[in-house]
């Protein structure tokens, strides 16, 4: 690999993967793999998915790609679909390429239309690699520290009864961008008084609410969204990684309240992969295999087997300190000794995340990972941390 720019800040661990299925990996050895990462959280439905092979090789025989002034009939079809599962009935989507632009995207229009000039997010949320959301300029944004904010009592983080969610100047605020769960991949979930409560005054001021769904969405959390766990439906979604299922498509789903509001303003956005048809195709077959393999109900099953299997482990004695997840969205702490952990997973062929100045390994299964994959990786997962 002397001519890859590796610029990612990950040691590269094996450069000669050729092959997959579902949750293995194979090196060109034939070497199988378990993928419990996912490829950073992308392949929803597995590796080398067969409908997803077969929806993308006959599309590729018509037509990928189109442009600004003529589209594809996939595109609404996609569009509706994903309205439907996000709840915002009668909004528009528009489909571009990564995580990273969905969300840039989404806060660019959220503040065409919004007069005030603050954006409120949490200090441990991640939105991308680029961009408004990745600079959290102190005159742009108010980031709010849940987790360290004082309130007394509260086991969950902030229940916002302190006085640093007091002092959140909300009438600055016409934005909150709220990332329903992964928390720089950490794996931790905001309680829902506190998110009713900013969702609230946000409303109230007749603000925006934005959920960055690019790592909870498409069913990672037992449901098809991270925020239908808070019971409010946003005015904008930003979709990514699962819903491509390792192609580059994502989606960002805005309201139709907040389409009125953008069309009286001289909102412009305009790149090359613009609401191309391949990803919107590829889309739309990842939904109907979430829907009809039942996959939403297997994710939270499968997640509190995966919890409860891993809770068991948590002793006096052992390095395991907690374990805590969604979905197939978990994360483990250890008291000490993540990294060994890390690499002697590694050595027995399972990939795991390490999660850099954590003592957190993190899980992220494809949802249609079998059981009997999830047996055999708690068995080792125990002989790993007792060595
Ligand atoms: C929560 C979250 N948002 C946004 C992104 C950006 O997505 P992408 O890497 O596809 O640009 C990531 C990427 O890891 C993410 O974890």
Request: aromatic share 10%; glycine share 8%.
């Amino acid at each position: 690999m002397k001519h890859i720019i590796w610029s990612t800040g990950h040691q590269i661990k094996f450069d000669t993967i050729v092959n997959s299925d579902n949750c293995y990996l194979f090196d060109s050895k034939g070497n199988k793999l378990i993928d419990l990462e996912s490829g950073v959280w992308c392949t929803s439905v597995g590796h080398n998915n067969k409908r997803v092979n077969d929806v993308i090789t006959s599309q590729i025989n018509k037509i990928t790609h189109t442009g600004f002034c003529y589209c594809h009939p996939q595109i609404e079809v996609t569009a509706q679909k994903v309205l439907e599962i996000t709840g915002i009935n009668n909004g528009k989507c528009e489909f571009l390429c990564s995580g990273s632009e969905v969300v840039e995207y989404g806060i660019r229009i959220a503040r065409a239309i919004s007069t005030k000039p603050l954006v409120l997010t949490f200090s441990d949320s991640y939105f991308g690699a680029y961009g408004d959301a990745v600079t959290k300029n102190t005159n742009q944004w108010h980031t709010f520290n849940w987790l360290e904010c004082g309130c007394e009592n509260s086991v969950n983080g902030c229940s916002g009864e302190c006085n640093s969610f007091k002092n959140i100047p909300f009438d600055k605020i016409g934005i909150f961008l709220f990332e329903p769960g992964s928390s720089s991949g950490l794996v931790r979930f905001p309680s829902i008084e506190l998110i009713s409560k900013i969702v609230e005054k946000i409303k109230e001021n007749g603000g925006v609410i934005m959920c960055n769904e690019v790592t909870t969405g498409i069913g990672r959390t037992g449901k098809w969204f991270g925020y239908q766990h808070y019971g409010f439906t946003p005015d904008i979604v930003a979709i990514g990684k699962g819903v491509g299922n390792g192609y580059p498509v994502s989606i960002t789903a805005v309201s139709n309240s907040v389409i009125e509001q953008l069309q009286k303003t001289n909102f412009k956005y305009s790149q090359s992969h613009q609401n191309d048809p391949l990803g919107a195709f590829v889309a739309s077959e990842v939904i109907d295999i979430i829907e009809q393999e039942q996959l939403l109900e297997k994710s939270k099953e499968l997640g509190q087997y995966l919890i409860q299997g891993l809770s068991n482990l948590i002793s006096e004695k052992s390095i395991v300190k907690e374990v805590r997840g969604r979905g197939l969205m978990l994360a483990i702490e250890f008291k000490r000794n993540a990294q060994k952990v890390y690499e002697e997973l590694l050595n027995r062929g399972y990939i795991v995340a390490k999660r850099p100045n954590a003592e957190v390994l993190r899980l992220d299964p494809a949802l249609t990972i079998d059981k009997s994959e999830i047996d055999l990786f708690l068995k080792t997962f125990a002989e790993v941390i007792t060595a």
